[in-house]
């Protein structure tokens, strides 16, 4: 990332250098940063060649939301932190909750929750916590089941290690929390 974003700023000066931003009043220099978005900030406030009035903009997709897979692993707050053993400071603020409704075959439950409803485009959603009739949520462990296939509005469930009946109800993390928004 950072030696992108030290090609970009080369190819900033290169350009300007060419005379192509000669006369304007502002030059907008704009890069992605949802994942790298303290790279992209550290970059793009460096000091820029003088009397070139760049305007740097920093587009964050994933400023509203911390998810539970792309920026759970790529984002500072979860990225910094886990190299340093510490706990991200960031919480998901997102979960899709759908229901079990049918189990047609051992190891296999469907949910109420398809592709229609739910981001795929990074990961598929993570079986994080349960709710059963009695309405108690618990924790699942991890690797005891796990999303195999979305059909448009179904969630194939594969189970391990959990059981969860017809009418229980599983929490899901998602990951990009972009396309969420577009569901």
């Known amino acids: 990332m950072d ?8 190819l ?6 060419a005379g ?7 030059v907008i220099v704009t890069c992605g940063g949802s994942a790298y978005f303290d790279q992209v900030a550290e970059a793009f406030t460096e000091p820029w060649p003088a009397g070139l009035p760049v305007v740097p903009v920093l587009r964050s997709g994933g400023y509203l939301l911390h998810d539970d897979g792309f920026y759970r692993v790529r984002s500072p707050f979860g990225r910094e932190h886990r ?3 510490a706990e991200s400071p960031f919480r ?3 979960r899709v909750w759908a229901q079990v409704t049918s189990r047609p075959e051992r190891g296999l439950a469907l ?12 990961d598929l959603p ?4 349960i709710r059963g009739a009695e309405g108690e949520i618990r924790e699942l462990a991890a690797g005891s089941c796990e999303v195999t296939s979305l059909a448009d509005q179904h969630t ?16 899901f993390g998602l990951s990009h929390p972009c396309t969420v928004f577009d569901k």
Request: hydrophobic content about 40%; charged content about 25%.
């Open 20 to 26: 192509h931003f000669s006369g304007l009043d502002e």
């Open 156 to 171: 194939l469930l594969t189970m391990r290690y959990t059981d969860p009946q017809i009418g229980d109800w599983i929490g």
């Open 92 to 94: 998901p603020a997102m």
């Open 126 to 129: 993570e079986p994080q916590v």
């Open 83 to 85: 190299l340093a053993g």
């Open 111 to 122: 949910l109420t929750v398809g592709r229609r409803d739910v981001s795929f485009d990074q």
């Open 12 to 17: 900033v000066a290169e350009l300007a250098q």
């Open 3 to 10: 030696r992108y974003l030290g090609r970009l700023r080369d």
